[in-house]
């Protein structure tokens, strides 16, 4: 394997302008044919014209090979290699333009990496981004080359298979004999091959129409195995919010006639926005209420839109190469975030998205893997389908929002299309749109392209009569270069008397090492001049206040009291919460006074109008996001002290929590099960109030009793949601018989309910694979030996093996058995799914973090997985980078 790097980019000699397949399938092969239309780049700086094609040896055997009814000979036209095709330029007929036909065979049936054609279940279907296409057919598997594909013409049994979608728009379908038949598919709009798709089955599905704006009649039509078509319904009513909101927000319109979307059960990632047939996760498309809980139909709701706004960011104007995966996932991802907040609520989803970067993509930029948003270099592509390239990349592009305000974003936005559309663009060309039209000056802004980490942000303030200032000072340990950012600082004044603004919000800009703002405050404080630094997380920053303990103590309950801005008075309780329980880890002097304060207004505020806010406020941040603010992580420890702080909270607010409780129980008793924002809130704060009400236990009888409460949680549940809730709870009981009947009970009742319904097994998988109980190991081993367990569907992987390693208390016990363990499964994954493997081996590389031990036992693991016999180059890329 070799590494690739950003700095050696250059353009092709030739392109493929246009091409036709036929796709003819048997059980066992599948025959591909490809004619592609050749030209030559006369751009192109390679002093070679030959004609070089991708090809995986491993998945594609060459049957043939001409040129315009001339069939070529190896070594003599032709080279080729275990990964290339390359078509000597001797052989050309006319230099500037041939057509070049190839036949190639390939099993998809033995096709176990799922990148590819491959089959899932009784169905066939595709996955060519990044690198798939080559597992298909030879071809220039670059994204810059985008061409027509004027014909995909797909035969198979008729009755076995009769579905058979391509992308675009179908232009016949017709019988053949022996009880075959064909469909030919054209997509007008030229791609790159890694947006290509085939889907072959005996699906079910549901169907719909969208009229757009300017009065495109578009026809709408979700597939899934015929047992799923009832939980389609949520995943169609996304979609045609997503295809409305990006004509309102952003004047885009969808541009063919036809939108298909397949929900397949084997699946590498979450989805795919090939163009016209998007290829779904089953997890990301099925949903009801029996079987998904809110956090399913929120993903379903988010990734749908994701795929759906891929169609201009990322399909009509694509990425020149992988290094600007972040130009269409990073800006996709602002988009999907944004699509969501304004279908629920927009503080609610700012939370979520923050927890969700802090806990995974903090980390990745603490360890091995560290890089940024447009990485330097790569061996396998795939390992940079990072959260750094997502969710960072989300935050960049948030952040030129932020600098240039909702229109100047907007003015932005349309001339990148104005310039690329139909083209494959740079995240320098982006950012040029962005300046250019608005006139800005956003240079110093590309460092958030280049230097890796993430920036620390300091703060102190001083107030001499009316005049506030306010100091920041900034640092990237992790980042060599450590040159400051441009950082988009959203900043208010708060008076701690009155809560009244003394400064309004509004955006600083932050450039250099260390900077200083003054302020006029606007009347003269009754109490202190607080400030609110960094409002709506406005960078991807890690902020740190230089105030000391008690000023940053009472500056906490001032902004969790009265912050305007709805993130960061959710990020002061949260503040708070993190200080106790270090505390309590480092065994300090405890003194709750002000976590107790925030909590109860939480709990009891009449200003909090939304359950979902009442709900986050009232939940402690996460062991992932805690453990990313401690130099050496103590994972069992962090475990302990969060239990111990959510015990204590649990008792001092036991009435309240319980009053809280029963309140909702009651509202909720009997209402109609809706999924909108304001009735996952009321679920969401309920099921946080159950969790409080169970933490409160010590003795059996206590333990007993919170196990009935669930238990009964549990049976009187009317969806998906709460039966998770409560059974999470139950997984957790050890030791106490009683409690522990209970528990099994309701295992067990949950597996037969799910009547092998895959997504929900997952769920009984994952519940278990995350238990506190101390002997969850054990559980888990036992689990991979259960007759729904295997290893080869990548959703059931990682509800078990997958979720053991994000329960970190027992993934991280001191003996190593947890490391061992993984260490197994990762050598059996590697040889079956080198994508899914390499992820996996995620768990073991910040091993540096821990203490010796751990570290050691850590490293072990890894040592004996580069000493695999045919490591693949995606694991052998990872473990590498953690090594060295
Ligand atoms: N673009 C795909 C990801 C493909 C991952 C390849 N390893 C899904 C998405 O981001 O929409
Ligand atoms: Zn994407």
């Not at 992308?167 to 997509?187: F, I, P, Q, T």
């Not at 390992?383 to 974003?409: C, P, Q």
């Not at 703060?459 to 950082?487: G, K, R, V, W």
Request: hydrophobic share 35%; with cysteine; net charge negative.
């Amino acid at each position: 394997p070799t590494e690739i790097f950003r700095a050696d980019y250059l353009q092709p000699a030739n392109w493929v302008k246009s091409v036709s397949m036929s796709f003819d399938i048997y059980d066992g092969k599948t025959i591909v044919k490809s004619n592609l239309v050749v030209v030559a780049n006369e751009q192109s700086k390679h002093d070679s014209r030959d004609l070089v094609l991708d090809g995986d040896g491993s998945s594609v055997v060459l049957k043939g090979v001409e040129i315009e009814g001339r069939e070529l000979k190896e070594g003599i036209d032709y080279t080729l290699t275990p990964s290339q095709l390359i078509i000597h330029s001797t052989s050309f007929p006319n230099p500037q333009s041939f057509t070049l036909s190839t036949t190639v065979e390939t099993v998809p049936e033995d096709n176990t990496q799922l990148s590819g054609f491959y089959k899932s279940g009784p169905m066939y279907c595709t996955q060519c981004e990044a690198e798939g296409f080559r597992r298909i057919t030879y071809y220039p598997d670059r994204p810059d080359n985008m061409a027509t594909f004027t014909e995909v013409k797909i035969t198979a049994d008729e009755e076995k298979y009769p579905i058979l979608l391509s992308n675009g728009n179908l232009v016949s379908s017709e019988k053949k004999e022996g009880g075959r038949h064909e469909a030919v598919w054209e997509d007008p709009f030229p791609k790159p091959s890694y947006l290509f798709a085939v889907v072959v089955g005996d699906l079910g599905s549901i169907q719909d129409s969208y009229v757009t704006t300017s009065g495109r009649k578009v026809k709408l039509e979700i597939f899934s195995e015929k047992e799923n078509v009832g939980k389609l319904d949520y995943a169609m009513e996304s979609l045609k919010n997503s295809m409305k909101w990006d004509e309102d927000k952003f004047g885009l319109e969808y541009d063919l006639d036809i939108y298909n979307v397949v929900a397949v059960n084997d699946f590498n990632m979450g989805a795919m926005e090939n163009k016209g047939l998007n290829v779904f996760n089953t997890a990301y498309v099925l949903a009801d209420q029996k079987t998904a809980t809110d956090g399913d139909f929120e993903r379903v709701e988010g990734v749908i839109g994701h795929e759906y706004f891929h169609n201009w960011t990322g399909n009509r104007v694509t990425c020149r190469d992988w290094f600007q995966l972040t130009l269409k996932e990073g800006l996709t991802v602002f988009r999907d975030q944004s699509f969501s907040g304004d279908m629920g609520s927009n503080d609610v989803t700012r939370i979520e998205n923050v927890k969700g970067l802090r806990g995974r993509q903090f980390a990745e930029d603490a360890g091995p893997m560290s890089h940024p948003i447009r990485p330097e270099s790569y061996v396998a592509i795939d390992n940079f389908y990072t959260a750094t390239v997502y969710s960072k990349g989300a935050e960049v592009i948030r952040m030129y929002d932020t600098i240039l305000g909702k229109a100047g974003f907007r003015k932005g936005m349309d001339l990148y299309f104005e310039r690329h559309d139909g083209s494959a663009a740079t995240c320098d060309d982006f950012r040029s749109a962005m300046a250019d039209a608005n006139n800005a000056d956003l240079d110093q802004f590309s460092r958030w392209y280049t230097q890796k980490g993430t920036p620390t942000v300091k703060y102190s303030s001083s107030l001499d009569a009316d005049t506030f200032t306010l100091n920041l000072s900034q640092h990237t340990a992790t980042a060599p270069e450590n040159q400051p950012f441009h950082i988009p600082v959203e900043f208010g004044v708060i008076d701690s008397e009155t809560g009244e603004q003394l400064v309004e919000s509004h955006v600083l800009h932050f450039k250099e090492k260390t900077q200083s703002f003054t302020f006029k405050l606007s009347s003269t404080p009754k109490g202190s001049a607080v400030p609110s630094v960094m409002r709506g997380f406005s960078a991807p920053v890690k902020l740190v206040s230089e105030a000391s303990p008690a000023t940053q103590k009472s500056d906490l309950l001032t902004l969790a009291a009265y912050d305007t801005d709805g993130f960061n008075r959710w990020e002061a309780g949260q503040k708070l919460y993190t200080d106790a329980i270090f505390a309590e880890l480092h065994g300090d002097e405890l003194n709750l006074d002000g976590v107790y304060q925030a909590f109860e207004q939480t709990l009891t505020s009449s200003k909090i109008s939304d359950d979902s806010i009442r709900a986050y406020g009232l939940m402690l941040p996460s062991e992932s996001g805690l453990a990313e603010e401690m130099e050496t992580i103590d994972p069992i420890g962090l475990h302990q002290a969060r239990t111990a702080i959510k015990k204590k909270l649990a008792r001092k607010f036991e009435t309240g929590i319980a009053e809280l409780y029963a309140r909702l129980t009651q509202e909720m008793a009997g209402a109609e099960f809706e999924v909108n924002a304001k009735a996952i809130g009321k679920r969401r704060l309920r099921n946080t109030a159950l969790d409080y009400v169970c933490a409160n236990k010590d003795s059996d009888e206590e333990i007993v009793a919170s196990a009935r409460t669930a238990h009964k949680h549990y049976f009187d549940a009317n969806c998906m949601t709460d039966q998770v809730a409560a059974m999470s709870i139950l997984s957790n009981v050890h030791g106490v018989t009683e409690a522990e009947a209970l528990r099994d009970e309701v295992l067990e009742k949950f597996y037969n309910a799910a009547e092998g319904d895959a997504l929900v097994l997952n769920k009984w998988f994952t519940i278990q694979a995350t238990s506190s109980k101390p002997d969850v190991l054990a559980d888990v081993v036992k689990l991979t030996t259960h007759p729904e367990f295997t290893m080869s569907n990548p959703n059931r992987c990682r509800s078990l093996v997958g979720a053991f390693t994000a329960n970190s208390a027992a993934f991280h016990a001191e003996d190593g058995s947890g490391y061992k363990f993984i260490g197994e499964k990762i050598t059996v994954l590697d040889a079956m799914n080198p994508q899914i493997a390499s992820r996996m081996v995620g768990c073991l590389i910040g091993f540096r973090r821990y203490d010796e031990g751990r570290a050691e036992k850590m490293k072990a693991e890894l040592n004996k997985i580069r000493d695999i016999d045919g490591l693949s180059p995606d694991t052998k890329e990872i473990v590498d980078k953690a090594l060295s």
